[in-house]
């Protein structure tokens, strides 16, 4: 006996007979409610995560090296918060294991954004076999309005520095506050992040380079005076300041030692004259809503015009001994 569908009561709800049920149905379907909405993931860009870095590191590259990369991201994001999506990507001095590495990159980025292109991605500028080749460090930013993913990635080298090297610890300190730095500017558009963080090095990466030398400088085990010897080291560039130049003026390139070392001595210098939570983290709250300039006269109580004529026409003319003194 085929069973008929009758209305009846079943635990408080009225079940519909077969009719009933397709003109219910149907009325649904008239008026979306059974439609299938997918939302999108929110932006979280800016905002702390409890998501730790990702660690990707070429064959040749020791276990020894990872843990030495991991334990000073973890000084940086316990000292600054931890921002991300970041990766971190460790390339040794082997180019054919660069190579393999770039491939299993390229297949990460295609997967986390579809709209990555594999071969483009291979053979872009700065791919991982120019590490093994050159050494060095750096930071990409990928926040902008055609991909659909937005993280940052760290690349560390197997050379300049390397890991048996002191300063490779800082330098992983340096790319991290980047992080930090990057993950204060909201927009998507390419020439408002410009904008915010200003395109020549001297505020970038002058500002990465005295926060990460200062952190390291707290640590337990690290020399005392280690900071002052370090940005005594860095005045040397003073001597490649040209007559009436400004750092703001120097780009990247081959002058650009110069933006870096005495623009971190130009943060330590708002730093003395204001506070370090007026710089880290009131200048950064403040950014995105009021802009650089607005940000800057707001935290520091001088435009950055103000203060850049008076580290160059006066702070810079001091003798050693009173620049050393602005130095905890």
């Known amino acids: 006996m085929t069973p008929q569908f009758m209305p009846?009561?079943?635990?408080?709800?009225?079940?519909?007979?077969?009719?009933?049920?397709?003109?219910?149905?149907?009325?649904?379907?008239?008026n979306g409610w059974g439609s299938v909405h997918v939302l999108a993931e929110p932006?979280?860009?800016?905002?702390?995560?409890?998501?730790?870095?990702?660690f990707h590191a070429a064959s040749d590259v020791p276990k020894s090296q990872i843990a030495l990369t991991r334990e000073w991201y973890e000084v940086a994001s316990g000292a600054w918060g931890n921002f991300g999506p970041l990766e971190f990507w460790i390339v040794g001095r082997d180019e054919q294991a660069a190579r393999e590495l770039d491939k299993r990159y390229c297949e990460i980025r295609k997967r986390k954004d579809p709209g990555i292109s594999f071969r483009p991605c291979l053979h872009r500028g700065?791919?991982?076999?120019?590490?093994?080749?050159?050494?060095?460090?750096?930071?990409?930013?990928?926040?902008?309005?055609?991909?659909?993913?937005?993280?940052?990635?760290?690349?560390?080298?197997g050379k300049f520095p390397g890991p048996g090297e002191e300063d490779?610890?800082?330098?992983?300190?340096?790319?991290?506050?980047?992080v930090y730095q990057h993950a204060h500017i909201h927009s998507r558009n390419e020439a408002a992040r410009e904008k915010l963080s200003r395109v020549n090095p001297w505020w970038g990466e002058g500002g990465a380079e005295y926060m990460a030398q200062l952190l390291y400088s707290r640590q337990e085990g690290v020399r005392p005076g280690y900071l002052?010897?370090?940005?005594?080291?860095?005045?040397?560039?003073?001597?490649?300041?040209?007559r009436g130049e400004s750092i703001r003026d120097i780009p990247y390139g081959r002058r650009a030692r110069v933006a870096y070392d005495l623009g971190t001595w130009f943060i330590a210098f708002i730093i003395s004259k204001s506070s370090e939570n007026a710089y880290r983290v009131r200048f950064f709250k403040d950014l995105?809503?009021?802009?650089?300039?607005?940000?800057?006269?707001?935290?520091f109580g001088q435009s950055s015009q103000e203060l850049l004529d008076e580290f160059h026409g006066h702070f810079l003319n001091l003798d050693l001994e009173e620049m050393?003194?602005?130095?905890?």
């Open 126 to 157: 700065h791919n991982f076999l120019s590490y093994a080749r050159n050494g060095n460090t750096g930071l990409n930013t990928r926040r902008n309005e055609h991909e659909k993913w937005s993280g940052f990635i760290i690349t560390m080298s």
């Open 228 to 242: 002052r010897e370090i940005m005594q080291r860095k005045l040397r560039s003073l001597k490649d300041l040209r």
């Open 288 to 299: 995105n809503a009021e802009g650089f300039e607005g940000a800057f006269l707001k935290s």
């Open 168 to 178: 490779y610890k800082p330098a992983v300190l340096h790319e991290y506050f980047h």
């Open 8 to 30: 009846a009561k079943h635990s408080g709800l009225f079940l519909p007979g077969p009719k009933s049920l397709l003109i219910l149905i149907t009325a649904m379907l008239v």
């Open 324 to 328: 050393m003194k602005i130095i905890p």
């Open 43 to 54: 932006d979280t860009w800016g905002k702390t995560t409890t998501i730790q870095a990702e």
